[in-house]
């Protein structure tokens, strides 16, 4: 069926370390969106990405949409103890209404 | 303007009982989606309605039915409750129109977390 595959599944790192995480369709996707949960919480929508090949970024957050839009990445530079949580990427298959979220990768930081 | 809630947060029932949870969207969100949440599986798709009528399925058991009201607000419910139906429930709500416009961003609420002994 139509996934949306997300590597790794857990990351841990030390403070200060970079960070990313992998997200890739197996069909083109109209859009990707990031979203971050926190221990406890629920996730909370990060950003929406539309454009084949588009760059967003939010202070120390880089995200990045491929240029076929089957893959995207979100890059942490410079990790701090606020980012500990999982972050699922989520994309629209392009053509239907419907929204496939990946299965999350969990990071956990070293203070 | 007042973000998603469900009811109740907790709960706790027997294997073979049925549940009913209750999900209000974000006012003028037409599009409610459910979750499971387990720590295995990630965010696990069930099922999202727009104006009342159940417009994408997840492969979950006939066991999971969900509806939605005139006001959007939506319910899901298990019945036949099994143990490894344990799990945090979220909904989630989105401006997502009825022809794929509009935004599918989706804002989740706090969940419900249900378990099943």
């Known amino acids: 069926g139509q996934q949306v595959m997300q590597i790794p599944q857990y990351q841990h790192v030390q403070e200060g370390e970079d960070f990313t995480t992998y997200c890739n369709s197996s069909t083109t996707l109209s859009n990707i969106q990031w979203y971050k949960q926190r221990p406890g919480g629920h996730p909370v929508f990060l950003i929406q990405l539309v454009k084949s090949g588009e760059v967003k970024k939010q202070k120390r957050l880089t995200f990045q949409f491929g240029e076929a839009k089957k893959n995207s990445s979100l890059h942490i530079t410079a990790t701090q103890t606020t980012d500990v949580g999982t972050y699922f990427c989520?994309?629209?298959?392009?053509?239907?209404?419907?929204?496939?979220f990946g299965q999350g990768t969990r990071l956990t930081i070293n203070p | 303007k007042a973000g998603v809630t469900q009811t109740p947060r907790y709960l706790i029932k027997t294997r073979g009982q049925q549940v009913t949870l209750s999900c209000s969207p974000i006012s003028g969100h037409r599009s409610v989606s459910w979750y499971q949440q387990t720590p295995g599986q990630g965010l696990q798709f069930l099922f999202e309605y727009f104006s009342e009528t159940q417009r994408n399925k997840g492969n979950f058991p006939g066991r999971f039915s969900g509806r939605q009201f005139s006001n959007s607000r939506s319910e899901m419910n298990v019945s036949t409750l099994e143990l490894g139906d344990s799990a945090l429930y979220l909904c989630?709500?989105?401006?997502?129109?009825?022809?794929?416009?509009?935004?599918?961003?989706?804002?989740f609420g706090p969940g419900t977390r249900l378990t099943v002994t």
């Open positions: 989630a709500s989105s401006l997502a129109g009825r022809t794929g416009t509009g935004s599918y961003e989706q804002y």
């Open positions: 989520a994309g629209i298959i392009q053509g239907a209404q419907k929204l496939v």
